[in-house]
């Protein structure tokens, strides 16, 4: 039984890396009744539809006990702007190109502004004379890499009157809010990968406040009412019925990672993927290093095979991916669970 952790937005920011980023808390003080507080992470980097889309199924669930954490890259800083372009960060426009040039950011838009022809450039140095439409852009992992468009073109990207998706990702987040839900919601100041935001979180609602279990949703993802009870009830399951504490559990059942066994309510995965993962916090130490890497889902489920742990769904899925459009999606296709009940 632990009382409350009183806690302030500028506590969470001194806790943690210097300068990361901006915090906001929708509380004051976190009431901790029982050893079954659930921290939730959600690393987001713009695409606001998939986000909206989340947070609106997110909002519909049954968050008992928990505390989430948002930790959002979309206005984080890298390439210089100018009032009279719209830079797409982490973003490219593919194909139509019309000369490269090697130089400087301000040296590519001195020449794309002599150009007749070019409404675009991106930060390669290659000048376009048009861009595809917004949904068909490529995302990069580079956060040197971004597109810049002039004022006139970047208004037909989206329809009439329709703020551009790079403005409305933040203030979507900054809007959210869950009854009896604390959120912390962390704006980061540079953009570096998921890994990195799931890392200053977990450690955050770990070691800051005391949350016994971790997990994550990615922002591409809809989730059932009773998504979390789900995931708890089978984390009860395992802990009465074997002693190795080495075990993730996921609401998400894909046919890209492999089922090694099927029960009535559960799968066990040969794989597990990172749009979903539960576990105790006496495992996360062990966990941790692979948050080295973009990969570090399957770093995740490499050490819990290490440690002869198990890697569990839940049958059916209690959470679907639904990003068609993205880093991942658009690498190795739409990952889908079959099992998903839309109702």
Known sequence: M???????????????????????????????????????????????????????SL?????????????DESDSEGLKEF???????YLDSQGHD???????????????????????????????????????????????????????????????????????????????????????????????????????????????????????????TKVKENWLERLLGLHRHFENKIHNPYYIISGFNTPNHPVAAEYDHYYLKKSIGGANMFFHRRIYHNLRRSLNSIYWDAGFAHRIRAMKGKLICTKPSVVQHIGKVGIWSGDHGYDFAEDFDWK
């Open 98 to 220: 019309l000369l490269r040039i090697d130089g400087s950011i301000e040296e590519m838009k001195a020449r794309c502004d002599r150009h007749p022809e070019c409404v675009a450039f991106n930060s390669l140095g290659y000048l376009k004379y048009r861009i595809n439409p917004h949904e068909a852009w490529i995302p990069k992992r580079n956060g040197e890499i971004g597109i810049y468009v002039k004022n006139e073109a970047a208004c037909g990207i989206c329809r009439k009157s329709e703020p551009l998706p790079r403005s409305r990702t933040v203030p979507a987040i900054k809007a959210f809010e869950m009854a009896n839900t604390p959120t912390i919601k962390i704006f980061k100041k540079r953009h570096a990968n998921m890994a990195d935001s799931l890392r200053v979180g977990w450690d955050l609602l770990s070691n800051v406040l005391g949350c016994s279990f971790l997990s994550c949703l990615d922002a591409d």
């Open 2 to 56: 632990r009382g409350p952790i009183n806690i302030s937005a500028d506590e969470v920011a001194r806790a943690l890396p210097r300068g990361y980023g901006e915090v906001e808390c929708n509380f004051d003080a976190v009431q901790a009744p029982n050893n079954d507080r659930v921290g939730l992470v959600i690393p987001t980097w713009r695409r606001y539809g998939y986000l909206k889309t989340c947070l609106d």
């Open 83 to 89: 009032d009279d372009y719209r830079l797409f960060k």
């Open 59 to 71: 909002r519909r669930s049954q968050l008992t006990d928990a505390i989430l954490c948002i930790v």
